[in-house]
Each structure stands twice: as C-alpha cells, then as structure tokens.
Nanobody, 112 residues
Framework: VQVVESGGGLVQAGDSLRLSCAVS????????IAWFRQAPRNEREFVAA???????KDAEFVKGRFTISRDNSKNTVSLQMNSLKPEDTAVYSC???????WGQGTQVTVSS
C-alpha cells in the first residue's frame, strides 16, 4: 500500500486548505485513515481519523475547523482545514491501516 499526501502550502491566518491522501495498492474502503501533524520541535500529534464505516474522530484543537472525509471511489481521504491559525503550521502526514502505512507528508505553513 502506498500513501501520498498533497495540498499543502503557504497561506495566511484565516485561510483554508484542503489536503488529500491518495491510497494505492489496496482497497481504501477497508482501511482506517488518519491524519497526524508534526511541528518543529514538537511531538507528532493526532489530527483526525475516519474508519472504514465512515465514522470520524477529531482532535479537540481542530473541532469546528477541520473536517475529514473519504471518497472510496477515488481511493482518497481529504482533510478540509478552515480558519487556519499560525499554530497549525506543521508537516501533515496521512497514515493508513491503523498507522501501518505512512506517506511522506505535506507542509502546511500559516502566516500571521
């Protein structure tokens, strides 16, 4: 299974970004997918996850701002990020299959 993230970039505070996690070599419909992030000098932290049934779980700090969704027909999981804050700056990584497979990550930078 290969995992590839995309959609990161440099935005201003209050802007939105949509990250995508493309999964190949396996059926997305049977995999739980999670997003994590790691800022410089910080530990990696959980952001959001969606299981194979479509049930989602969010970290407290993203509730009301970030939304995770999956499109099994496109083998893609998206993370819609609204009202971005400078403290959201990090490398965002996607993990599939209960963190068995990881992507390389995509940088999100939010300027104040």
């Amino acid at each position: 299974v290969q995992v590839v993230e995309s959609g990161g970039g440099l935005v201003q505070a209050g802007d939105s970004l949509r990250l995508s996690c493309a999964v190949s070599g396996g059926s997305l419909s049977s995999l739980a997918i999670a997003w994590f992030r790691q800022a410089p000098r910080n530990e990696r932290e959980f952001v959001a996850a969606v299981n194979w049934r479509g049930s989602t779980k969010d970290a407290e700090f993203v509730k009301g701002r970030f939304t995770i969704s999956r499109d099994n027909s496109k083998n893609t999981v998206s993370l819609q990020m609204n009202s971005l804050k400078p403290e959201d700056t990090a490398v965002y990584s996607c993990a599939a299959g209960n963190s068995r497979w990881w992507g390389q990550g995509t940088q999100v930078t939010v300027s104040s």
